[in-house]
């Protein structure tokens, strides 16, 4: 099994920051990328930002400038620093892993639960 666990979403003000943490467990070969999107209500679910095995990262056009995203490797863990951040920024936030289970199983994509995130004064 599989499980990616976030954490670290809440309520701040515009201006503020957050750090979303993101921890893959189970029995895992190998993560080719591990990235984060976002649904804010009535919207579809968007790329906010992604990272290779590589290192490679790519961005959102609406994040570039005020969010980072790193990784742990050892920890199979990412995370999302969120600077300056919006009132639109306001969603649930989701991690997303690309990687190959240890047991008999395809190379497809994993979802965390989500972790809402509300920027609001």
């Known amino acids: 099994q599989v499980q990616l666990v976030e954490s670290g979403g809440g309520l701040v003000q515009p201006g503020g920051s957050l750090r979303l943490s993101c921890a893959a467990s189970?029995?895992?070969?190998?993560?080719?990328?591990m990235g984060w999107y976002r649904q804010a209500p009535g919207k579809q679910r968007e790329l906010v930002a992604g990272?290779?095995?590589?290192?490679?990262?790519n961005y959102a056009d609406f994040v570039k400038g005020r969010f980072t995203i790193s990784r742990d490797n050892a920890k199979n863990t990412v995370y999302l620093q969120m600077n300056s951040l919006k009132p639109e920024d306001t969603a649930v936030y989701y991690c997303?892993?690309?990687?190959?289970?240890?047991?008999?199983?395809?190379?497809?994509?994993?979802w965390g639960q989500g972790t809402q995130v509300t920027v609001s004064s």
């Open positions: 997303n892993a690309d990687l190959l289970p240890a047991y008999l199983g395809p190379r497809r994509d994993y």
């Open positions: 189970g029995s895992i070969f190998s993560i080719f990328a």
């Open positions: 990272l290779t095995s590589g290192g490679s990262t």
